[in-house]
């Protein structure tokens, strides 16, 4: 299996983030992508490719330009005018905050721009994230165009990740979202019937928000219940799609503890429904945060129950895009990445 990846993601490496009010390291760092990198070349089934550079349509045709503009000079803009080198918003623009007045508009200060187009303050911006961010998007729609044109499976090693940015809104650990681009780029290559298979932790609300009145793209999501899971506000099972995409959004919310049987009892509900939209184009979102040992999330996967995901997904013989999304137990990482994608591959796991 090919393996799309760039060592641009390095660029984006701020030293902390603000979880629960506290400042604390950053989880979503470069480390995360050197050890998958260190197992993929160890388990030597990997044929490790560098991205084309994809330019900003596939962008484009799913974010608001606007926030793509602001994107490309939130660092420098936000630096300058802070004095300080790690972008974090400390306002928010709330929807209820314009009750009953005019909608609001793009504030003219720089640190009012931050929270106009960021939603929380886990994704803290550098120098080097934009650059990271648009490599992350280069090596999805890379591994898309592989399969699109050679049909199989390809591994896009996005860093950083991007299923919470939204078509106007970021957070998340997110910018640029790697997999609604993949998918975007598939529909508009004439791939057909498109659907989403988001398997991260949390709730993918940028790819559901993207795809959320359209009929022909389907988002299926296996989540931690956001009722006790970040993102919070969104992936509830009543979700289901607006206008003519009623239907084509399907949320299973998880318990907390949930097991490798309890995740594959529920991959096989969404992979029917995968099978139902008539799907004829594949893009997982990856997230190994579901692992029992990551320090994010509180379900129960083993690394073999990832080898079993990734063969209940190859048993659809769809062609596939795999996009890495979250993860954070990093000394496990490489390890339930090359199990999860063997799965997919058809090889039987590494220690059995
Ligand atoms: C791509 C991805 O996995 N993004 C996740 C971003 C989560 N950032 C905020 C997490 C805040 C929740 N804190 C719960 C702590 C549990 N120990
Ligand atoms: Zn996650």
């Given at each position: 299996m090919r393996v799309v990846w760039s060592d641009l993601h390095r660029r984006h490496d701020p030293p902390e983030e603000v979880e629960a009010g506290e400042r604390q390291p950053m989880r979503e760092h470069p480390g995360r992508v050197e050890q998958i990198l260190d197992a993929l070349r160890a388990d030597r089934g990997f044929e490790l490719v560098l991205p084309a550079g994809s330019g900003r349509d596939p962008i484009d045709a799913v974010h608001d330009p606007a926030m793509v503009d602001y994107l490309e000079i939130a660092w420098?803009?936000?630096?300058?005018?802070?004095?300080?080198?790690?972008?974090?918003?400390?306002?928010?623009?709330?929807?209820?905050?314009?009750?009953?007045?005019?909608?609001?508009?793009?504030?003219?200060?720089?640190?009012?721009?931050?929270?106009?187009?960021?939603f929380e303050t886990t994704t803290p911006m550098v120098e080097g994230?934009?650059?990271?961010?648009?490599a992350a998007v280069d090596c999805a729609v890379t591994a898309t165009q592989l399969v699109l044109?050679?049909?199989?499976?390809?591994?896009?090693?996005?860093?950083?990740?991007?299923?919470?940015?939204?078509?106007?809104?970021?957070?998340?650990?997110?910018?640029?979202?790697?997999?609604?681009i993949a998918a975007q780029h598939a529909s508009d290559a004439g791939a057909g019937r498109v659907a989403i298979l988001d398997v991260d932790y949390h709730h993918g609300n940028g790819t559901q928000q993207i795809f959320y009145a359209r009929r022909d793209v389907l988002y299926v999501?296996?989540?931690?219940?956001p009722a006790r899971a970040y993102p919070y506000f969104t992936g509830h099972a009543g979700e289901r799609g607006s206008g003519e995409g009623t239907g084509t959004t399907l949320n299973l919310p998880l318990p907390s503890g949930c097991d490798d049987t309890g995740f594959l009892a529920a991959l096989e509900r969404g992979l029917g429904a995968v099978v139902d939209h008539g799907a004829e184009i594949l893009v997982v979102s990856l997230g190994l945060d579901t692992w029992r040992g990551d320090p994010l999330g509180d379900l129960a996967l083993s690394t073999g129950g990832f080898a079993d995901c990734g063969a209940a997904v190859r048993s659809l013989g769809l062609p596939t895009t795999v996009v890495l999304e979250g993860g954070y137990a990093v000394g496990a990482l490489g390890q339930n990445v090359v199990a999860w994608l063997r799965g997919l591959d058809g090889r039987a796991p590494e220690h059995s």
């Open positions: 420098h803009e936000w630096s300058a005018a802070a004095g300080r080198d790690l972008a974090i918003p400390d306002v928010f623009l709330h929807p209820r905050l314009h009750d009953g007045m005019d909608p609001p508009s793009e504030p003219q200060s720089p640190l009012g721009r931050l929270g106009y187009w960021c994230t934009y650059a990271a961010a648009r044109d050679g049909g199989g499976r390809a591994f896009a090693l996005c860093r950083p990740p991007g299923h919470h940015a939204a078509h106007a809104v970021f957070g998340g650990y997110c910018f640029l979202n790697n997999a609604a999501s296996l989540h931690g219940d």
